[in-house]
């Protein structure tokens, strides 16, 4: 049944052709719809009026109500011309000025007329005035503006020279919000809104856009958010529950040779978090479901252990599996690790990226294709069409963040079943945007660190300490020991970047001088030679020093760096500093981790230092990360990894609700699996209209 809320916004009044092409345009507001959920951004509190007595300088926006009691033109042509009018009320007066739209204002103004105006007072020659307040009759019918809290809508240059600037688009959703009075029909199950005593939509939207007081405000942002948080919750959580019955996994029940004799050949002991989380694995592939798990945990702890148990698992039971990574270095590494762990037990394992030879892919292929090869490592190069296996079972995806939604879909649709999924990730990523971004995904976490490494400590340093910290490095390389020294790179000052870096290195050099000290360089806009021979030098412990900028690739693993010293860590992000600290503490070593600073930090920049010092625990950092910049700015998640745009919820102060709608979408399921419940009636007709506005994300699972 098409609802009013369909329909173009062209035919509401007061918008028209004209101004429905610029709310496209700008706005993206094609229908009703779109613009009574187009909501503002912030509010102004205009429900109190203050006397003129009251005025000082430098108060922010407030709202006055009297008489205009003289109106003088100064100038009359170019930059000199203005008005100023004197506004009046039973405590005092002061001048209101207008550089613009003198002859209108003019025309329009009324001495003896009561008015309400609303700016910001400041002084100018000793007289208090207000330049360019906005103005409205106090008899005014509808005064929209007075006595409520205003909305501030998010608007563009465009639109505000267009002359539909804030307070028309208020007039417009005015209009809209009268037009639709009878048709704005509830969009949730009666019985939720009864249960949480919430807003009804009719009350939610109206007090959205004009609030009668704070109170009211914070019902319908409630009752909005819940709303919105509630069905993306529903809808990713429906998806689970239908893989769940339809996808008849793999079933893997067999524990063999090779998993046994791997386990038993292994250098150390798994941690309990790793013996855990195997066995959540283990429970899935005998399950006779299909496995879609999030793996989460911190550099180090040990996530392509499990991958590579789990591999050995399903070769037990006749399959091949394939790990995807984002780097040739870190596939590079998978594979060599692995090599060395399976090699002399018979496990096949080949590594292919973009640089291998055509002669070697085709090596490989037929491998695939016979059945020889068991574990495939690999990047992008993965999920080409071309690459064939004979039965994949098993499929890892590692640093997840990087790789886009149809890149793991082409992955998914390698072998005849769906393979088991594993899906891991080293930026911790917080509770709440975990169930957001992966909510139809199983969750575990790595939550401990092999034993034996010992924390890294972290301190937070200046130029004026730059001797000292010198000294403490030379005794960590006579003692033998490698460092880091990393620089950042921004891509809006890369240049800048690049200089500071080239500064830095030439300075360390003079510090630590050759042949005494070895120090190697690597940095983007080197030829790749150059690069590799100085990565080469620092790995293979020839250089005691490598001078780097932040890009140095995701996984390099050198246990025996103990320190890092990072310069003007205040340019970079919480979760970044993480990632980077993890280079070091690998060995069992002691290890360092010197952020140095300016002397001078804002607020913020402090507190993310301050931070860093105190705790190691990658989780708690990335909530405080998220918190400080939101979801969209997080290292690694975008926003557009969201399946749809959150108009009003913000993931990190809005968890509470989130956890609370998650629940409750849970719940309904339990009860309800395909929604079929007359109750549950709207809940089905909701879900249609959001799979509407949601990016193609049926596929990933
Ligand atoms: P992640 O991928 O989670 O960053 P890795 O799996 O690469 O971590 O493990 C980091 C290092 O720790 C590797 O050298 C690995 O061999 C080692 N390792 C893994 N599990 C253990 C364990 N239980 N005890 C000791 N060392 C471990
Ligand atoms: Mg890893």
């Known amino acids: 049944m098409p609802s009013i809320l369909d329909s173009d916004i062209k035919y509401l009044p007061g918008v028209g052709p004209k101004r429905a092409e610029l709310l496209t345009s700008e706005l993206n507001i094609k229908t009703f719809r779109d613009l009574l959920l187009f909501f503002p951004f912030r509010y102004i509190d205009r429900t109190k009026i203050y006397s003129v007595s009251e005025v000082e300088p430098g108060m922010s926006y407030i709202q006055l109500r009297g008489k205009i009691t003289k109106i003088t033109q100064l100038g009359d042509k170019g930059r000199s011309r203005r008005l100023t009018a004197t506004f009046t009320d039973a405590t005092g007066s002061l001048e209101l000025i207008f550089f613009q739209g003198v002859k209108w204002i003019k025309e329009w103004l009324k001495p003896h007329n009561e008015y309400i105006i609303f700016g910001k007072p400041t002084v100018f020659n000793q007289v208090l005035n207000m330049v360019h307040p906005e103005i409205e009759a106090a008899t005014e019918e509808n005064p929209i503006y007075v006595g409520n809290m205003i909305g501030v809508y998010p608007s563009t240059e465009r639109l505000r020279n267009s002359g539909f600037g804030n307070k028309q688009i208020g007039r417009v959703i005015a209009t809209l919000l009268k037009q639709c009075e009878g048709s704005l029909n509830e969009t ?27 109170r009211a405000l914070s019902s319908a942002l409630y009752r909005l958010k819940f709303e919105e948080l509630f069905y993306l919750q529903l809808s990713l959580l429906k998806q689970k529950s239908y893989r769940e019955r339809v996808n008849n996994g793999i079933f893997m029940p067999k524990v063999g040779d090779s998993f046994n004799d791997c386990y038993k050949k292994l250098p150390f002991e798994l941690t309990n978090a790793q013996k855990r989380v195997v066995k959540e694995i283990r429970s899935d592939i005998v399950s006779g479901r299909q496995m879609n798990r999030l793996l989460q945990g911190d550099v180090g702890s040990g996530k392509t252990m499990v991958a590579i148990l789990t591999a050995l698992l399903a070769k037990d039971n006749g399959y091949q599996s394939c790990v995807m990574a984002p780097t040739e270095v870190l596939a590079g590494q998978h594979f060599r690790g692995a090599q060395k762990l399976l090699g002399n037990i018979g496990v096949k394992v080949a590594l292919l990226t973009g640089s291998t030879k055509k002669k070697e892919r085709k090596v490989i292929s037929e491998g695939l294709l016979n059945g020889e090869i068991d574990i495939l490592f690999g990047t992008h190069a993965l999920i080409e069409e071309s690459v064939q296996f004979l039965n994949l079972g098993f499929a890892v995806i590692d640093e997840q963040h990087r790789f886009g939604v149809d890149q793991r879909a082409k992955l998914w649709s390698k072998g005849e079943k769906m393979p088991h999924i594993l899906v891991m990730t080293a930026t911790p990523i917080p509770r709440t945007l975990a169930m957001t971004l992966y909510g139809d995904l199983d969750v575990s976490v790595i939550d401990e660190l092999p034993p034996g490494r010992k924390p890294v400590k972290t301190i937070h340093s200046n130029d004026t300490q730059r001797e000292r910290i010198y000294s403490f490095m030379r005794e960590k390389i006579k003692s033998g020991r490698q460092i880091f020294i990393v620089y950042p790179l921004i891509k809006e000052s890369e240049t800048m970047d690049y200089k500071n870096l ?43 020093i490598l001078v780097s900028t932040s890009v140095i690739e995701v996984g390099v693993d050198v246990p025996n760096a103990s320190v890092m010293m990072i310069e003007s860590a205040e340019r970079f992000g919480l979760s970044q500093l993480h990632q980077l600290r993890g280079r070091v503490g690998r060995g069992s070593d002691e290890s360092w981790c010197i952020l140095m600073t300016g002397h001078k930090l804002s607020k913020e920049s402090r507190h993310r230092i301050e931070l860093m010092c105190s705790t190691n625990d990658g989780f708690e950092l990335a909530e405080a990360d998220l918190r400080m910049r939101g979801p969209g700015d997080m290292e690694g998640t975008m926003q557009s990894g969201l399946p749809v745009d959150l108009r009003l919820s913000n993931l990190a102060k809005d968890s509470q609700i989130l956890e609370e709608a998650r629940r409750v979408a849970a719940d309904i399921l339990q009860e309800d699996p395909q929604l079929e419940n007359q109750k549950n009636v709207q809940l089905k007709i909701s879900l249609s209209l959001l799979k509407r506005e949601q990016r193609d994300y049926s596929q990933i699972s």
């Open 502 to 544: 080239q500064q830095g290195y030439m300075h360390i050099i003079e510090e630590f001088k050759a042949p005494e000290y070895v120090t190697a360089v690597v940095h983007g806009q080197q030829k790749n030679e150059d690069k590799a021979h100085d990565m080469n030098l620092f790995v293979t412990g020839n250089a005691n």
């Open 188 to 214: 949730m199950p009666l019985y939720l809104v009864q249960q949480k005593k919430m807003f009804s939509f009719h009350e939610a939207v109206n007090n959205i856009h004009f609030p009668k007081d704070l």
